[in-house]
């Protein structure tokens, strides 16, 4: 590893250790998640009014829009995780971009189909080859893409490595999509919340959408840091750590899951 | 790098990603573009910008108090403008919530005479969300506002 | 409170994007936890083979 990167990074980047700290923030950022879901529902459901244009169909704002900044900032952090783990070879950043790549696609695919229930009523169609709709497709392929990729050599470390290769190609998809709407002459609307600028949406609107934005941070927190654990125990279950912790749970629920187990090491002795 | 046959073979499929990932992206970009073309206003195809397409797509605002509907049937028609132009549309179908006076909408189909006969109506809306109190106040003060602005210009300086 | 279920008549789009969103995160959620336990039960199984051969051939490594 490169010797400017900073110590506790270096430390924290070792496998078991990664492994204690992701378990300890994992149910905190699960319980943010649900805490700041459950209050940006109840802002965007009940206490926002309704929109002059679209009535109480625009309410699916609250979980589309949030769910397309994830697909596009998962992609982002997918493509730095590769760059990463393909320059200096750290098995977390493998991990991580890798591990990524699912929930990206989750959230992808669940603005996709949110977007196609809104755009029946609204616009009058499921579905358009309209710039904005066409480069989200494009960006859910460009994750199975990663995902199959990565599944489809024998090698994990090979295929993670091959994965990599086309998530950090993929990257000139995800300002496409971001300014397909300015670009092209599109059905899909512009930018509503803009970061420079005044956002185009009145307060009672725009505090559960940003509430929600910010608890699906923690929920890609929270559903990362469990596939990373799980991906650490597989790709290191021959090292003493994951026997010990293989050994740990096995004593914990031996009642239920290493009854059988249990029994055939007495029968043994 | 050694070039044993495995590596070589793993080098040759990342490529073919590689480039497959380049063309696709390539293709759709260029289909968009060509698509995007599709899309006149009223005006365009009124001075024959259209004429070399058989279907295409109209866009602009539907103009207030043209919307005529049949009493027996779904048949429609309204007439679509834009800054310097307007063009009659019959249509038979469904039509969005969102379908109604001074509302931007595309409308796929082709021309019959002077007529657009369109196949899709397709209600585009602006990214402004907004209470309907809200729109209304904001309406009301932008008149009081023109109000005041005439009212001042015709004020003695 | 049938009002807002209602969805001021967009509850056939509403609900079905809500619902959506809910069960695509929790399956997301939940594969990896499951894929976790039949790894970790595997390994246990494996260690405990492993242990067995062990007692019955102590020189072997």
């Not at chain 1, 725009?206 to 597989?234: C, E, Q």
């Not at chain 1, 021959?238 to 050994?247: E, H, P």
């Given at each position: 590893m490169a010797n400017w990167i900073p110590l506790w990074v270096h430390k924290l980047s070792s496998p078991p250790n990664f492994y204690r700290f992701a378990g300890v923030v994992r149910p905190w950022a699960l319980g943010l998640a649900l805490i700041l879901g459950a209050i940006a529902l109840y802002g965007g459901l009940v206490l926002a009014p309704a929109d002059y244009q679209q009535g109480d169909a625009y309410r699916i704002i609250f979980i589309h829009v949030p769910s397309a900044w994830m697909g596009l900032f998962i992609y982002g952090l997918m493509a730095v995780a590769s760059f990463i783990s393909l320059v200096w070879r750290i098995k977390l950043a493998e991990v991580v971009a890798m591990e990524s790549a699912p929930i990206g696609a989750a959230f992808t695919f669940i603005t996709l189909v949110t977007g196609s229930l809104w755009g029946?009523?609204?616009?009058?169609?499921?579905?358009?080859?309209?710039a904005r709709l066409t480069s989200e497709l494009v960006l859910l392929f460009l994750y199975l893409g990663v995902i199959g990729l990565y599944h489809s050599f024998e090698d994990r470390r090979q295929g993670a490595r091959a994965a990599a290769f086309l998530a950090i190609i993929g990257i000139i998809n995800v300002p496409i999509v971001h300014f397909s709407v300015n670009w092209w002459n599109t059905l899909h609307q512009g930018?509503?919340?803009?970061?420079?600028?005044?956002?185009?949406?009145?307060t009672d609107m725009l505090w559960p959408l940003l509430t929600m934005m910010v608890a699906t941070k923690f929920y890609y927190i929270a559903s990362l840091f469990g596939r990373v654990r799980t991906d650490l125990l597989s790709m290191e279950s021959g090292k003493d750590w994951v026997r010990q912790i293989a050994g740990a749970h096995g004593s914990a629920d031996a009642v239920s899951a290493g009854r059988a187990e249990a029994a055939e090491r007495e029968a043994r002795r | 790098m050694s070039m044993n046959p495995t590596r070589k073979r793993r080098l040759t499929i990342v490529l073919l990603v590689v480039a497959a990932a380049v063309v696709a992206v390539g293709l759709i970009v260029f289909a968009l573009q060509q698509n995007m073309n599709y899309l006149f206003t009223p005006s365009q195809v009124q001075t024959g910008q259209?004429?070399?397409?058989?279907t295409f797509r109209l866009g602009g605002m539907v103009k207030a108090g043209s919307i005529q509907r049949s009493k027996d049937s779904l048949k429609v028609t309204f007439t679509v403008v834009d800054a310097s132009g307007s063009m009659p549309v019959e249509y038979n179908g469904i039509l969005p919530d969102l379908f109604r006076d001074n509302q931007s909408v595309i409308a796929t189909g082709h021309m019959d005479s002077a007529h657009f006969m369109a196949t899709e109506v397709l209600a585009k809306h602006d990214e402004t969300y907004m209470p309907k109190e809200l729109k209304d106040a904001m309406a009301k003060a932008h008149e009081g506002k023109q109000v005041n602005e005439e009212a001042g210009q015709d004020k003695p300086q | 409170m049938s009002a807002f279920f209602a969805m001021g008549g967009y509850a056939i789009y509403v609900w079905p994007a809500y619902a959506v969103f809910f069960i695509v995160l929790i399956a997301d959620y939940i594969n990896p936890s499951l894929r976790r336990r039949r790894n970790l039960r595997e390994l246990r199984s494996r260690m405990a083979r492993q242990a067995a051969r062990q007692q019955r051939n102590p020189s072997a490594p």
């Amino acid at each position: 590893m490169a010797n400017w990167i900073p110590l506790w990074v270096h430390k924290l980047s070792s496998p078991p250790n990664f492994y204690r700290f992701a378990g300890v923030v994992r149910p905190w950022a699960l319980g943010l998640a649900l805490i700041l879901g459950a209050i940006a529902l109840y802002g965007g459901l009940v206490l926002a009014p309704a929109d002059y244009q679209q009535g109480d169909a625009y309410r699916i704002i609250f979980i589309h829009v949030p769910s397309a900044w994830m697909g596009l900032f998962i992609y982002g952090l997918m493509a730095v995780a590769s760059f990463i783990s393909l320059v200096w070879r750290i098995k977390l950043a493998e991990v991580v971009a890798m591990e990524s790549a699912p929930i990206g696609a989750a959230f992808t695919f669940i603005t996709l189909v949110t977007g196609s229930l809104w755009g029946k009523p609204m616009w009058g169609t499921w579905w358009t080859w309209d710039a904005r709709l066409t480069s989200e497709l494009v960006l859910l392929f460009l994750y199975l893409g990663v995902i199959g990729l990565y599944h489809s050599f024998e090698d994990r470390r090979q295929g993670a490595r091959a994965a990599a290769f086309l998530a950090i190609i993929g990257i000139i998809n995800v300002p496409i999509v971001h300014f397909s709407v300015n670009w092209w002459n599109t059905l899909h609307q512009g930018s509503t919340v803009r970061i420079l600028g005044p956002s185009h949406i009145s307060t009672d609107m725009l505090w559960p959408l940003l509430t929600m934005m910010v608890a699906t941070k923690f929920y890609y927190i929270a559903s990362l840091f469990g596939r990373v654990r799980t991906d650490l125990l597989s790709m290191e279950s021959g090292k003493d750590w994951v026997r010990q912790i293989a050994g740990a749970h096995g004593s914990a629920d031996a009642v239920s899951a290493g009854r059988a187990e249990a029994a055939e090491r007495e029968a043994r002795r | 790098m050694s070039m044993n046959p495995t590596r070589k073979r793993r080098l040759t499929i990342v490529l073919l990603v590689v480039a497959a990932a380049v063309v696709a992206v390539g293709l759709i970009v260029f289909a968009l573009q060509q698509n995007m073309n599709y899309l006149f206003t009223p005006s365009q195809v009124q001075t024959g910008q259209a004429s070399s397409y058989k279907t295409f797509r109209l866009g602009g605002m539907v103009k207030a108090g043209s919307i005529q509907r049949s009493k027996d049937s779904l048949k429609v028609t309204f007439t679509v403008v834009d800054a310097s132009g307007s063009m009659p549309v019959e249509y038979n179908g469904i039509l969005p919530d969102l379908f109604r006076d001074n509302q931007s909408v595309i409308a796929t189909g082709h021309m019959d005479s002077a007529h657009f006969m369109a196949t899709e109506v397709l209600a585009k809306h602006d990214e402004t969300y907004m209470p309907k109190e809200l729109k209304d106040a904001m309406a009301k003060a932008h008149e009081g506002k023109q109000v005041n602005e005439e009212a001042g210009q015709d004020k003695p300086q | 409170m049938s009002a807002f279920f209602a969805m001021g008549g967009y509850a056939i789009y509403v609900w079905p994007a809500y619902a959506v969103f809910f069960i695509v995160l929790i399956a997301d959620y939940i594969n990896p936890s499951l894929r976790r336990r039949r790894n970790l039960r595997e390994l246990r199984s494996r260690m405990a083979r492993q242990a067995a051969r062990q007692q019955r051939n102590p020189s072997a490594p």
